[in-house]
C-alpha cells in the first residue's frame, strides 16, 4: 500500500514538471494555459503509471527499480505525446 503511494506522488511531481517545463524546453506556446498542460501531464502519468504499476508490470514479472524506471519512463513518454498533441490540435 504505501509503495503505491509513493509511486502514486513520484508520478504527480514528474507529471506536474513536465507539464510546466516542456513549454520551457520546446519554445512552445501553452494554448490551453499553464492548468491545461499541468493536468494534461499529472493525468496522463497517474492514469498509465498507476495502470502499469498495479496490473501490467506484476502480471510480467517486473518487480523492483526496473519496476519503477518502467512505471514513469513510458507515462513521461506518453506524457509528451499528449503536449505535443495539445499544441496541434489546437494550431
Known sequence: MLGNLVVAVILLVVGVLTGWGIPLAA???RPYSL??????SALTMLVLGL???VFILPALGITGWMAMAIAIGEPWFLALIVLWLM?????
Request: proline share 0%.
Open 27 to 29: 519554445k512552445s506556446s
Open 35 to 40: 492548468l491545461g498542460d499541468l493536468l494534461a
Open 51 to 53: 495502470a502499469e504499476w
Open 87 to 91: 499544441r496541434r490540435v489546437k494550431s
